[in-house]
């Protein structure tokens, strides 16, 4: 019996397809992270600074990655704990079904020395 040939083109588009839903759900996450911490409250340059400092941090001083780690862990357990900062419908993540938020790989502003 012959194979049935693939059809490459299809299979890519999909791919395709699912990479940019995954990017799509990525920056809504990264948008839904600033929302709940008040970061939205800085000015848009303000907080790119932040950011940039903290990439710059985390390149120079490793450590401080893992300090703001330990402090975005007790953030969204102690949130979800007393329901303060995330409300429920509010958090990241909830636009995927209420699943756990993603941790952002790049570091968080804010937290380090």
Not at 9 to 20: H, N
Not at 21 to 37: H, I, P, R, W
Not at 47 to 52: N, S
Request: charged content about 30%.
């Amino acid at each position: 019996m012959a194979r049935k040939p693939r059809d490459y083109d299809t299979e890519l588009q999909a791919l395709m397809e699912r990479a940019k839903k995954l990017k799509g759900q990525k920056t809504t996450q990264l948008g839904e992270l600033v929302q709940v911490t008040g970061a939205d409250a800085l000015p848009v340059e303000a907080l790119a600074g932040a950011l940039l400092a903290a990439v710059e941090q985390s390149r120079k001083q490793p450590d401080a990655v893992a300090r703001w780690t330990e402090r975005g862990e007790a953030f969204f357990r102690d949130g979800a704990k007393r329901g303060g900062a995330r409300k429920k419908g509010a958090g990241p993540g909830d636009a995927a079904g209420g699943a756990a938020p993603a941790r952002p790989r790049a570091p968080a502003a804010g937290g380090g020395a």
